[in-house]
């Protein structure tokens, strides 16, 4: 196996180690690293999976099924006898917004709610009418949309009634998984957070939004930040974290911004996954917050600002497996721009910031009988860039301070390309973070500041940084006023 630059082998990694799991919305993926981050070479494994979605707006995936991958990637990373009891943490992350109801023994009532689940559209309109969503969103830092908690519970509680009466507790996936491993549902504080129901100033539940949703902070678990591991005993199915702490679960949007190098106010994340975000890590809260981002509290003193886009490797993904593209992609991503590329607004699975449409789906324009199926991946890959211009449009007076765009992330890694087309459409630089898997490297960095916090860390790996081109610049100007003009007929 050929060792990447970032890799160092088990007899040369520096003490102490830490298991970082990554759970995301294709896999889940779990390796140890070493103090300084490097990820330790052969102690790494993956397994996917994918979630079910039906047409009416379902996005889930079973509890246990992640359990058992996660029990997968123990079994295949710990199992090195040169390992001893070298491993002195285990910290998770998983997608965001994910949400299961348990009864009193911690069994699962429902799947795992996906962030990408929009059945709840009825009961966003609904607290809309109910809530003054500007206060809302002043206080929690998020909207009323399908994505939180509020309208998913007000949704269950007409849908699926006996359930809502017999749920003793709401948890995560991660909270889910760690109750099952080590008997804790600890949530750190970004997980409970990304609920919307958990005031970025002060760290307590939002009174008002518990009413609405008709649970009570009880029902919930405390949010807790990295620096309060739990000294839980590991199952004697995994000797080598005998001597493990176990970190609260987090999300991994900030866990994606640690590992992308993305730590200050200076340094704007473009996140590029199966779902992306525009993010910056800001000490406090942000205030005045703009109306189509968001602002989680992630610890004691610090919050993430930013905005999410459903669709960004589900939307290639999608175009993939659905077009009749060429084998190398990398050539249509590099040619300039066209007016006979169709116009995409890709919200395949609905629309999160800025405009929190939860029920927005996929519009193509300007498709002739002369467009062919890379013009149309062109299309989609272009209308991806743009979701990303339409955050970033909003973040800039929030933000001022932003001197980099960071770009991380498989479409990043996969079709580097694009970036190209991103930095266009943003009219600015866009360096890549090339390290794969940095959304598990954060976690094992927020863990490794409480193990060893005067160890040095390794460098992030970057690429190209992508410069505007001028001439392109002004072409998605035009693009993104056209972009606009569909969005308000249609969408909106």
């Known amino acids: 196996m050929t060792r990447t630059d970032d890799d160092v082998a088990l007899h040369a990694a520096l003490d102490p180690l830490v298991l970082a799991l990554d759970i995301g919305s294709t896999a889940t993926r779990g390796g140890v690293h070493d103090a300084s981050g490097r990820r330790v070479h052969g102690l790494q494994h993956k397994v996917p999976h994918a979630f079910t979605v039906a047409p009416d707006g379902t996005s889930v995936i079973d509890p246990e099924q992640v359990t058992a991958e996660v029990g997968q990637v123990l079994d295949a990373v710990t199992g090195d006898p040169r390992l001893g009891t070298r491993i002195a943490g285990v910290a998770m992350d998983t997608f965001a917004a994910s949400l299961i109801a348990v009864d009193a023994a911690g069994r699962a009532l429902t799947p795992c709610v996906t962030y990408a689940d929009s059945r709840s559209a009825g009961a966003v309109t609904a607290l809309r009418d109910e809530l003054d969503e500007q206060a809302v969103q002043q206080r929690t830092g998020t909207r009323l949309h399908t994505s939180y908690h509020a309208p998913r519970l007000r949704w269950l509680a007409s849908s699926q009634p006996r359930v809502v009466a017999e749920a003793a507790a709401w948890w995560s996936l991660g909270e889910y998984i760690l109750a099952r491993l080590i008997g804790l549902p600890l949530a750190g504080t970004s997980t409970v957070a990304w609920t919307g129901l958990l005031d970025r100033r002060t760290g307590e539940f939002d009174t008002e939004l518990l009413a609405a949703a008709g649970i009570g902070a009880g029902q919930l678990s405390p949010p807790r930040d990295m620096t309060e591991p739990a000294a839980a005993a590991a199952p004697a199915r995994w000797p080598a974290l005998a001597r493990a702490v176990w970190f609260p679960v987090i999300t991994d949007g900030f866990a994606s911004n640690i590992g992308a190098g993305a730590v200050d106010a200076t340094v704007l994340t473009a996140a590029t996954a199966t779902s992306g975000a525009l993010r910056v890590l800001l000490d406090g809260p942000a205030d005045p917050l703009p109306f189509g981002l968001w602002n989680y509290r992630v610890g004691a003193g610090r919050t993430l600002l930013g905005g999410a886009i459903n669709d960004v490797g589900r939307a290639i993904s999608w175009a993939q497996s659905t077009l009749r593209l060429s084998p190398a992609l990398a ?52 209308g991806v860039a743009m979701t990303y211009a339409r955050v970033a449009d909003e973040l800039r007076p929030a933000a001022p301070e932003v001197l980099e765009v960071a770009a991380s992330g498989r479409v990043s890694n996969d079709q580097p390309e694009w970036l190209q087309v991103l930095a266009d459409v943003l009219g600015r630089p866009v360096t890549h973070v090339t390290r794969r898997r940095a959304t598990q490297r954060g976690t094992a960095l927020l863990a490794l500041d409480v193990l060893a916090p005067g160890v040095p860390r390794a460098p992030r790996a970057t690429g190209v940084t992508y410069e505007p081109r001028p001439a392109h610049v002004e072409h998605y100007a035009q693009r993104r006023v056209r972009f606009a003009t569909v969005y308000d007929a249609l969408v909106r």
Do not use: C, Q
């Open 331 to 382: 050539p249509v991503l590099a040619a300039p721009p066209s007016d006979g590329t169709p116009l995409v607004l890709p919200y395949l699975t609905g629309e999160r910031a800025p405009g929190w449409v939860g029920g927005a789906r996929a519009i193509f324009g300007g498709v002739s009988a002369a467009t062919d199926a890379d013009l149309m991946f062109r299309g989609i890959v272009e």
